[in-house]
Nanobody, 117 residues
Framework: VQLQASGGGLVQTGGSLRLSCAAP???????????LGWHRQAPGNQRELVAM???????NYADSVKGRFTISRDSSRKRLYLQMNSLNPEDTAVYYC?????????WGQGTQVTVSS
């Protein structure tokens, strides 16, 4: 499963970013069967789950991002998104998308999000 993450960058506290993850080599029907998620890893920390969306659209969020982040998917475009609002320095990390499904799982290459104070 090949994924390509994009959309990271440098933003000030209180700002917003939208991450995107594409699955260019998956066909649409296969993409629809996958559970998808965003994870992040800050320096010196373990990778943690930020948000996930199941194949049938159920969403779950880490407590630290509830009310600020929104995960969504567009299966027709084979894309996963993470809208991040009210960002703070604690959100600084490399963000990875992940897909898990009937034909295995895979990770995107990571995109850096840096929030300045």
């Amino acid at each position: 499963v090949q994924l390509q993450a994009s959309g990271g960058g440098l933003v000030q506290t209180g700002g917003s970013l939208r991450l995107s993850c594409a699955a260019p080599r998956m066909i649409t029907s296969t993409f629809s069967m996958y559970n998808l998620g965003w994870h992040r890893q800050a320096p010196g920390n373990q990778r943690e789950l930020v948000a996930m969306i199941t194949s049938d659209g159920q969403k779950n969020y880490a407590d630290s991002v509830k009310g600020r982040f929104t995960i969504s998917r567009d299966s027709s475009r084979k894309r996963l998104y993470l809208q991040m609002n009210s960002l703070n320095p604690e959100d600084t990390a490399v963000y990875y998308c992940h897909a898990e499904g009937p034909y295995g799982d895979g990770w995107g290459q990571g995109t850096q999000v840096t929030v300045s104070s």
